[in-house]
């Protein structure tokens, strides 16, 4: 059986705009960057993230260096779409 992963969208900067992402349409409300507190208990809870750019790409994160850091700290393996 394979690893089990959880997928979580940390980051709602992107500087694409692909035309069929959502992002672009009219009724679009942007959401809010993954907090340090919130992805810490995301570690503590999971062992597999897969930090994914479905609303936006992970790696225009501000913090996207102590996330992970953290999530070495937790012993985390970590996936990085982008």
């Given at each position: ?46 062992k597999?993230i ?33």
């Amino acid at each position: 059986m394979s690893e089990k992963w959880l997928d979580v969208d940390i980051c709602t900067n992107c500087l694409l705009s692909c035309s069929k992402c959502d992002r672009i349409k009219p009724n679009w409300v942007k959401g809010n960057n993954i907090t340090i507190e919130n992805f810490r208990k995301i570690c503590v809870g999971f062992k597999n993230i897969a930090l994914r750019g479905t609303y936006g790409d992970a790696i225009y994160h501000p913090q996207l260096h102590k996330l992970l850091q953290m999530a070495l700290e937790y012993g985390c393996n970590i996936k990085l779409d982008t």
